[in-house]
Structures are given as C-alpha cells and as structure tokens.
C-alpha cells in the first residue's frame, strides 16, 4: 500500500484509560500536541471511565478537551469487540495513518485487526514501564506483548538500558529481540495546560520552604521520604503540598499530629490546581528498592514544575534522559539516604533565583513540540 503524503494524515492514540496517571497524562499531552498542528488525532480508551465516579483526565481537563476539540472514543469491552472496533476502523483507512499504543494489551487487539483487513499500518509501541518493576511472569508477558508490534520506544534511557540488560540476559529473548531494537522517543509536556505562563520567580518569596508532591501516594514514589524531611531540623518550619489523584488512607496513619498540622492534600486533583510560589522546591524521591537497577527519576510532574519555574529535587541518577539539565540548576540530584543532607540540599534551592533566561530555556527544552515533530519525522517512514 502506497500513501500520498500530501494528504493530511490521521494519528490513532491508543490508551488504556484516562485516569490521573503517567502514561495517560503523555497520550492526552500527544493528543493535544498534535491538535494544534492540525492533524487528524483520535485519542482510543480501551476502557471507559465514567467521570462521575472516577477522578481522571476526562473530568479535571474537560474544558481543554473541548477547547481543542479533541476527538476520544472509546473501544471498552471484550476483546472480541474491541477488535471488531479496530477492523472497522483500519479496514476504510485511506491516509498515511499513524497508531501511537500506550498499552501493550491494545498492540496485541492491534495487529490482529491488522491481520484481518491485511492492511500494512505500522503501529508503533510506547513501553512506559521499567521491566525491573514487573513481576517475572508479568515482565515475560510484557516481552512477548511487544512482539506485536511494529516500532518500540520508551521516554527514558534507563528503561532502555533495563529493557537490554534484561533481553541480554536471556538467550532467548537475545535471539527473539535481535531485530527489535527499542529506541529512545524523548516525551514532553503541552505547556498550554499549565496553570500559569508567569514563572514562579515573578511571585513574592515566601519566607518558609513549601515541599510540593504530585503522583501516587505510594511508598516507591517517595512519599515515605517527604515526610521523614519534615522532621529535620532544617525543614522544621517546612510545609509539604501533596496533589495525589486518589486518597490513600494509610498513608499519614502514622505521621504525628505536629506534622500533620504543616500538610495539605489535594486528592483529585492535578498540576493545573496548583498556585506556583516564588521559593517552592518540587520533590520526587522515587525509590526503585532492591529491584531497581535502573533509576528515572525526571518524571513528567518534574517537567512540568520546572516549565512552571519551579526547581526539582530528584533522586541521583536520573538526568541520563535529560543532559540538557546536567548543569543546570533547576534540577538537583540527591542521594536521600542520608536525610538530614537531603534537607541541607533542598533549603539551597528554596534560596536560589532563577533568570528569565534560564525560566525561557527551560519551557523550550521540555514543550512536547520536539516529541511531536519527531513523531509527524516517524510517520513519514511508513
């Protein structure tokens, strides 16, 4: 099958659901990325969220959704009718058609359309997960999965260096994967949802610390180490904001009522119910454990602070993905073994200021538009 490229061509992103997660929130960002550049964009569920009852994407951005027209629908159901679905779309495709999965299950539904209506569209796989992080058996089902796809990519260099490490050290997979390499597909964030295009250095400085949190209420996350630097004597006057998308009542079950006194939750909710103040330090402490071989620790939340102006401190060993930030001091790497240092680290950045120079370059380096122009480049290739 021939395309003619001066055709505008369609964009199928296919995503589990969109819930207030990590890879939901790349495929919306993708989803608007690409509206803005007038491309025919379909954003696919493959699970259908009710809005009313779950905290997601759909409810908390409706308005940008809506200002941006975007076009979501869902594929929720068995996986009879989910390929039905698919076939029905694929076998009437007419234009250069690129399909972005986010979900390894969807690639799998994917290539079986394909097969039905012999049609040749590449569908290219975006590998979120460390394989570290999976279970044996899940992992080996993850690898298997991607089998069905055309192209794999993923946002971070440490989950390449996982996902090689792990196929090297299989014989079998060595051999399976010889000729499937995954490749780096550096994401970014649609800096036209954020809360403010004002930097947080044009707000009056606040004379104590604010510790902002965003993502899950999970010990891996790092919440654990948020609230053990509340009990330095560095970050004793500190106040910590968490923004988590849904409530974990275990979480503060032991935390003391003085230190309780000095949070504040915000379930629900996202970056865009967040006020940037002049003095504010994003922390992400991700902690892999044992199995973590691999550390990425520049996720998408810390994108998103440091668009706002805001500084990230992030566990060491991960600006592999992002050397642009290497000297740059908008982000910090810290070691968070040794929690009273940690402290001493994060009462530093409080303190710095940032040019507008610095506030300008740092919005450039993570806008999605180079992920998008690198996925318009891919597309191309079909």
């Not at 004793?236 to 275990?250: G, K, L, S, T």
């Amino acid at each position: 099958m021939s395309y003619n490229f001066l055709m505008t061509p369609k964009i199928l992103i296919v995503v589990q659901n969109l819930k207030m997660g990590g890879f939901q929130r790349i495929a919306l960002d993708e989803a608007y990325g690409f509206s803005i550049k007038k491309l025919d964009t379909t954003l696919i569920l493959l699970e259908e969220i009710d809005p009313s009852t779950f905290d997601s994407f759909i409810k908390s951005e409706s308005d940008l959704i809506s200002h941006y027209n975007l076009s979501i629908k869902s594929a929720s159901g068995t996986r009879l009718g989910q390929l039905i679905f698919f076939w029905s779309i694929l076998k009437s495709v007419e234009v250069p058609t690129q399909i972005i999965s986010h979900s390894l299950r969807g690639t799998v539904i994917i290539w079986f359309a394909k097969l039905l209506c012999r049609n040749r569209i590449n569908v290219h796989t975006v590998i979120h997960q460390l394989p570290s992080l999976s279970a044996p058996v899940q992992r080996l089902k993850r690898f298997f999965y991607s089998l069905f796809s055309d192209k794999l990519y993923t946002f971070s260099v440490a989950a390449k260096k996982d996902w090689d490490f792990r196929i090297e050290s299989n014989l079998i997979l060595r051999r399976v994967f010889k000729n499937r390499p995954i490749t780096i597909l550096r994401n970014g964030v649609f800096l036209e949802r954020l809360p403010s295009k004002l930097h947080a250095n044009s707000v009056d400085r606040r004379l104590n610390v604010r510790l902002i949190f965003l993502g899950r209420p999970t010990k891996w996350k790092g919440v654990d180490t948020v609230l053990e630097l509340l009990t330095t004597e560095r970050l004793i006057d500190a106040e910590a904001i968490f923004f988590f998308p849904y409530v974990n009542p275990q979480i503060f079950s032991n935390v003391s009522t003085q230190i309780l006194g000095r949070i504040n939750v915000y379930s629900g909710k996202t970056i865009r119910d967040y006020t940037p103040q002049f003095g504010d330090v994003h922390i992400y402490p991700v902690n892999y454990g044992s199995s973590g071989k691999f550390i990425e620790s520049i996720s998408i939340n810390c994108l998103e602070m440091i668009a706002l102006g805001i500084p990230s401190c992030v566990t060491k060993g991960g600006l592999d993905t992002w050397p642009e930030f290497i000297d740059h001091s908008m982000i910090t790497e810290i070691d968070w073994g040794d929690v009273g240092q940690a402290a001493e680290k994060i009462f530093e950045t409080h303190l710095r200021t940032y040019q507008n120079s610095d506030y300008i370059r740092s919005r450039k380096i993570v806008s999605i538009d180079q992920h998008i122009d690198q996925l318009i480049q891919i597309n191309k290739t079909i």
